[in-house]
T-cell receptor
Framework: DAKTTQPTSMDCAEGRAANLPCNHS???????VYWYRQIHSQGPQYIIH???NNETNEMASLIITEDRKSSTLILPHATLRDTAVYYC???????????FGTGTSLTVIP | ETGVTQTPRHLVMGMTNKKSLKCEQH?????MYWYKQSAKKPLELMFV???????ENNSVPSRFSPECPNSSHLFLHLHTLQPEDSALYLC???????????????FGEGSWLTVV
């Protein structure tokens, strides 16, 4: 599995965009980038995923660099409820195992 | 509500007890998983089942015994656990084991286990 590197923690002001980076320099051609988040004491929640192109849904946007070695999750207007640990995962091309790293602990500040 | 339900949400058991965690998914998925999350540690994949067959066991001690009677239900039987096994145990499911289908996995809320 490709290894991912994320900052340990980040702060973001409420109402501002939260940009969470992830490095995955060893990603292979058919591996996808997934983002999940885990609010304290709850199960992880799926946010978004992508392969090459940028993706957007009702929760967030995912920007993947052209060389696919890094990506950024963007929460356009962070709220206090977005305070959570955000995990960037690169999924294997076969099988179904998701391996979680330590993630980024995002704190949205009023 | 993710469609994956875990019971009990909280469990306290002694080291000599036998207990079970239950997971049920209402999503029509074919793959189910057990993860363990200890305090301040990443989630650890424990077991994977695909169409009721175990396809992954990440060197989990035998005191944890999974059971998957059908694609909708998954159990984790617990026996002679240690205090260090205290953790949040998360169940998850996905449609398929085929990553090329860009599948996502959906987690339950977890079962908090305390071994005393």
């Amino acid at each position: 599995d490709a290894k991912t590197t994320q900052p340990t923690s980040m702060d973001c002001a409420e109402g501002r965009a939260a940009n969470l980076p992830c490095n995955h320099s060893t990603i292979s051609g058919n591996e996808y980038v997934y983002w999940y988040r885990q609010i304290h004491s709850q199960g992880p929640q799926y946010i978004i995923h992508g392969l090459k192109n940028n993706e957007t849904n009702e929760m967030a946007s995912l920007i993947i660099t052209e060389d696919r070695k890094s990506s950024t999750l963007i929460l356009p207007h962070a709220t206090l409820r977005d305070t959570a640990v955000y995990y960037c995962i690169v999924a294997r091309d076969t099988g179904n195992q998701f391996y979680f790293g330590t993630g980024t602990s995002l704190t949205v500040i009023p | 509500e993710t469609g994956v339900t875990q019971t009990p949400r909280h469990l306290v058991m002694g080291m000599t007890n036998k207990k079970s965690l239950k997971c049920e998914q209402h999503l029509g998925h074919n793959a189910m998983y057990w993860y363990k999350q200890s305090a301040k540690k990443p989630l650890e994949l424990m077991f994977v089942y695909n169409f009721k067959e175990q396809t992954e066991n990440n060197s989990v001690p035998s005191r944890f015994s999974p059971e998957c009677p059908n694609s909708s239900h998954l159990f984790l039987h617990l026996h002679t656990l240690q205090p260090e096994d205290s953790a949040l145990y998360l169940c998850a499911s996905s449609q398929s084991t085929n990553r090329e289908l860009k599948d996502t996995i959906y987690f339950g809320e977890g079962s908090w286990l305390t071994v005393v």
